[in-house]
RNA sequence: UGGGCCGUCGCCAAGUGGUAAGGCACCGGGUUUUGAUCCCGGCAUUCGUAGGUUCGAUCCCUACCCGGCCAGCCA
């Protein structure tokens, strides 16, 4: 669990420290959490959300959850509605649930008064002509020909566009600023355009819509929020959220700050990018566990606590940083382990006969489900002649720093005895099909021999065969988001499905809420969509392990 | 070569005029029937570079260098 005590500081939040002593908005602290529909949500949100809604909660203050629906081409409802389950999932509750929309009459007052005001025109280039005349980086641009309409016409022709009498891209109203201004974003900016879409919320009500820059300060305004918070790129377009409110009179003037956005090693997060993988059908939908959607992270098993308290650990910067997959894991580890139930599962199964065990008999070994915690009780786990372990853990010839099972070596089976390995049994190609063991009868629960190697393993007699998931990072490169083809760049064995897995009986008590450590391996849960007749258990992350497997590059 | 932002250990990140917190990673050692967990220890004479101010600079000033961002009628 996060230790919200242990808070740690940053530099917006030096910013509202200074506010609340200077007294500024009277001491309140106001954010919002403004995703666009357009998308599910990912972990790069899961860092504003907390940012936002933490805040809020730490300074007493509101967070409103408020969709920025001003692009009906794009959003829908499913998306609204997938991401207040992402974000309550994620342990936040939102003061206040709006929409832009919510403002879009508001909003077309407030634009008239700019036109008015003389800071607004209506423009009658089209859109190539407007991009042309915008300049370059170091070219100022050309003032538009419509730029000096006088009011009246303006407001006429605004008020048409609204009645539908015109096509889409015939005109558009832009912001009279300054097209000599070395932010492009202050060359005369378009704040509404003509779109005959059908929006989620407003259906046909309106055909004309207005721009993010133009929306997003007046309804951070109307809403009362004190702090904007928006990641960098969005620095460029202060001066603009800046004017307008300055030129309208709106209730309040919001400071916009920036910090920098989440970006993880080996992930993508951009809802483009992501939209790609899932409508081509790489993944299994926005929720396929290897995305790094909240949804996806949710059915691999992660939990909200560990994404909460990663974003805690990241930080908040200005700084563009990558952060290492490590610290995400190492979160979800720190979560699971003390809470897990402990059981032995063998993914990839080797036969093993104990040949000197009785052919008949059976007998139940007692088990703790923790090692450190007793509360979580105890399990018997059934022992009979043939077991299966794990293919991974034995060697035939095994290298010196390999302690599991090889040719003539002795092994421990956890909870149970220990055993030696007298015989390999190989197929026509071959291949190892079974083992041959011999098993030490007065070795169970001793430690007369202190062996180094202990592997888990189940009785065939006894498994319930299941099927695990093990997933990897997607991407081959540290940096997906950098390659121009993202496709090429996919880790082709991020998925292995192992359908023959073998787990003990009392798998059968777990729930699809439950979290598990297999021995060994590491944490796992039920997959919500695939678990019906058949048990199929998700990897959520591996086990720390200190041990490189011999003729494998080190993981590094 | 326009505007704006950033630069403290491999990856994050505190500190911001008085002589470098913490986490992840990594490396040792201890406990352990999970090569896990847990525990103990190690890990920046140095804060992009070069000047300057100062008794003293990562922190102030100047210049330079590196790296992102911006030319949607996307957000």
Redesign the pocket.
């Known amino acids: 669990m996060s230790n919200s005590s242990a808070q ?4 917006i939040r ?1 910013i509202i420290d200074q506010d609340i002593a200077n007294g500024k908005n009277d001491g309140k602290v106001v954010t919002r959490f ?3 529909p ?1 998308g599910y949500l990912h972990i790069g949100h899961a860092k504003s959300i907390c940012l936002n809604f933490g805040v809020a909660r730490d300074y007493q203050g509101q967070c409103n959850l408020r969709f ?4 009906p ?2 959003e829908s409802q499913e998306y609204i509605d997938a991401i207040k389950k992402d974000v309550q999932w994620l342990g936040f509750n939102w003061s206040e649930l709006r929409h ?1 929309s919510d403002y879009f009459e508001k909003l077309y007052e407030y634009a008239v008064e700019l036109i008015k005001l003389n800071k607004a025109y209506v ?9 042309k005349q ?5 070219e100022p641009g050309i003032e538009s020909p419509y730029r000096n309409r006088n009011i009246e016409e303006n407001l006429e022709l605004f008020a048409d566009m609204r009645a539908g009498k015109y096509k ?5 109203l832009r912001a009279k600023i300054d097209m000599g ?5 202050l060359r005369d ?2 704040l509404y ?3 005959y879409a059908t929006h989620p919320r407003t259906q046909d009500k309106w055909c004309i ?5 133009y ?2 300060c007046i309804s951070d305004s109307l809403e009362g929020i004190t702090h904007s918070l928006c990641t ?7 001066p603009l959220y800046d004017w307008v409110l300055d030129e309208l009179k709106t209730p309040s003037h919001p400071q916009q700050i ?1 910090f ?1 956005r989440l ?1 993880v ?1 080996y992930t993508i997060s951009s809802k ?1 990018k992501l939209n790609l993988l899932v409508s081509d059908k790489h993944v299994d939908g926005w929720d396929d566990p290897r995305m790094p959607t909240i949804s996806g992270m949710r059915r691999r098993g992660i939990t909200p606590e560990s994404i909460r308290e990663f974003c805690d ?12 997959m ?2 995400l ?2 979160c979800i ?2 979560d699971l ?2 809470r897990s139930n ?1 059981l032995m599962c063998v993914i990839n199964p080797l036969k093993v006969v104990i040949e000197n065990y009785p052919d008949d008999k059976e007998e139940e070994f007692t088990a703790k489900n ?3 915690d007793p509360e979580q009780g105890k399990r018997s786990i059934p022992f009979s002649k043939i077991i299966y372990i794990e293919r991974d853990d034995f060697m035939e010839e095994p290298t010196k ?4 099972l090889g040719s003539g070596k002795e092994v ?6 220990d055993i030696k390995c007298t015989d390999v049994i190989k197929n026509d190609m071959g291949e190892i099909v079974e083992l041959l063991c011999e098993y030490d009868p007065d ?5 007369k021999k202190k ?6 393993w189940v009785s065939a007699k006894h498994a319930i065969n299941v099927e695990t998931r093990i997933y990897d990072r997607l991407f081959n490169t540290p940096n997906p988001g ?1 390659v121009e083809d993202i496709i090429s760049t996919l880790n082709n064995k991020s998925l292995s499905i192992h359908k023959d897995s073998k787990i003990e009986p009392h798998a059968k008590t777990i729930t699809l809420e439950d979290r598990v ?1 297999f ?3 590491g944490f796992f849960c039920l997959d919500s969509k695939h678990t019906k007749e058949k048990l199929v258990f998700n990897r959520i992350v591996t ?5 490189t497997k011999p003729g494998q590059a ?3």
């Open positions: 740690s500081s940053n530099f030096h403004p995703p666009e357009n920025d629906d001003t692009n081409e794009k832009a423009c009658s280039l089209n859109a190539e002509d407007i991009r915008r300049g370059t980086l170091t889409e891209g015939e005109h558009v201004s070395g932010n492009i974003n900016p378009v355009r003509i779109k819509y207005p721009m993010y820059d929306t997003h960098l790129e969005f620095e460029d377009h202060r920036e920098a970006s090693e483009r650990r990241i930080g908040i910067t200005k700084k563009d940083a990558f952060i290492e490590s610290v894991e190492n580890r720190e382990d003390p402990r923790h090692p450190k720093d390999f302690f599991r421990r089976l956890r909870n149970a005895y070795s169970a629960g001793k430690n062996l180094k190697g202990i592997i888990h950098a450590q021995e060994r391996q086990l720390r392990d200190s041990w080190s993981k590094k």
